[in-house]
């Protein structure tokens, strides 16, 4: 019989994982099985796969890949793993620590009166701002508004840094149409000057330390949420002093609002809901 591998689907402000709780399962090509478990029309339908692993340097790790098979750091998926963690038995604290590829993160659940979770609040490092950690070629730390020429008579003033992966942040007066989102994002996520590509966050700022985002990810496309990248628009944000440090920014994108706080030279903190869906299982063809 053929081998069925069980997931969760879990989603933060609608960006949307298939988690996969890999501790005791057999050796599996998780890069090309993100490819087809991720595709919206031929698999289960996702923006990552994410794969738990044991590890001797924290509660869990985790692993996430892009639907396009490319291994990566992710912030919503790090608060579905902790609620999935807990829900689950695999750690019996609110408080947990989990590996990635960027390094230990922590997550601390938070629950109401009857005890449901409602929000998780992680911390997601230090943002990096040197050329060679984004990576960009360009001679300039920071890279704030950054004139990136995109195509003959089109450039965009870019904030690029990494926040575990790779971001490029602009900020417009109004978020694009789909007809110049589409146009434009995937030439700034394979531009030359990012020798790795880059996810995009098209940002407005709505407010004083509220901002409004469309959302481009390398290897995935459009998504409704990217916890890393409203962490790259918020950090943005005030380094262009148009927040403030230390204070909550509210970024909303099409999935939901997020909560981030940084100051120049401490680590970044962002809460936000993480949402399980169903549960199934996949069969292996191979
Ligand atoms: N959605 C994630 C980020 C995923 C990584 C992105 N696709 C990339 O390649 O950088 C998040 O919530 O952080």
Redesign the pocket.
């Known amino acids: 019989m053929a081998e069925k591998i069980a997931f969760t689907k879990m989603h933060?402000v609608g960006?949307d994982f298939v988690i996969v709780d890999g501790r005791d399962s057999n050796d599996h090509d998780w890069s090309a099985l993100a490819v087809e478990m991720c595709d919206r029309h031929m698999g289960i339908g996702a923006?990552?796969l994410i794969i738990l692993e044991r590890t001797l340097f924290a509660d869990l790790m985790m692993r996430?890949y892009?639907p396009d098979g490319?291994p990566?750091?992710?912030?919503?998926?790090?608060r579905c793993v902790a609620r999935y963690a807990v829900e689950e038995g695999i750690v019996n604290k609110d408080i947990l620590y989990i590996g990635t590829l960027a390094g230990v993160r922590r997550a601390q659940l938070h629950r109401d009166e009857s005890g449901q979770i409602v929000a998780i609040t992680v911390s997601m490092g230090q943002p990096q701002f040197e050329p060679a950690s984004i990576p960009m070629h360009v001679a300039q730390e920071p890279v704030i508004d950054f004139p990136l020429e995109v195509m003959p008579g089109e450039t965009l003033l870019i904030t690029a840094l990494s926040?575990?992966?790779?971001?490029a942040v602009t900020f417009v007066p109004e978020l694009p149409d789909d007809e110049r989102f589409l146009a434009i994002s995937p030439l700034v996520e394979r531009h030359p000057l990012f020798p790795e590509?880059?996810?995009l966050m098209w940002c407005v700022l709505e407010a004083p330390n509220v901002l409004s985002m469309r959302i481009w990810?390398?290897?995935?496309g459009e998504?409704w949420?990217?916890?890393?990248?409203?962490?790259a628009a918020a950090v943005a944000a005030v380094l262009k002093n148009c927040a403030s440090p230390n204070v909550p920014i509210t970024v909303r994108s099409k999935g939901g609002e997020l909560i981030v706080r940084w100051r120049p030279g401490a680590e970044i903190e962002m809460t936000g809901p993480a949402e399980r869906v169903y549960r199934g299982f996949y069969p292996l063809c191979q």
């Open positions: 933060g960006n923006d990552g996430m892009n490319t990566d750091v992710c912030g919503n998926g790090l926040t575990g992966t790779t971001h590509r880059t996810s990810e390398r290897g995935a998504t949420g990217c916890g890393t990248g409203a962490c």
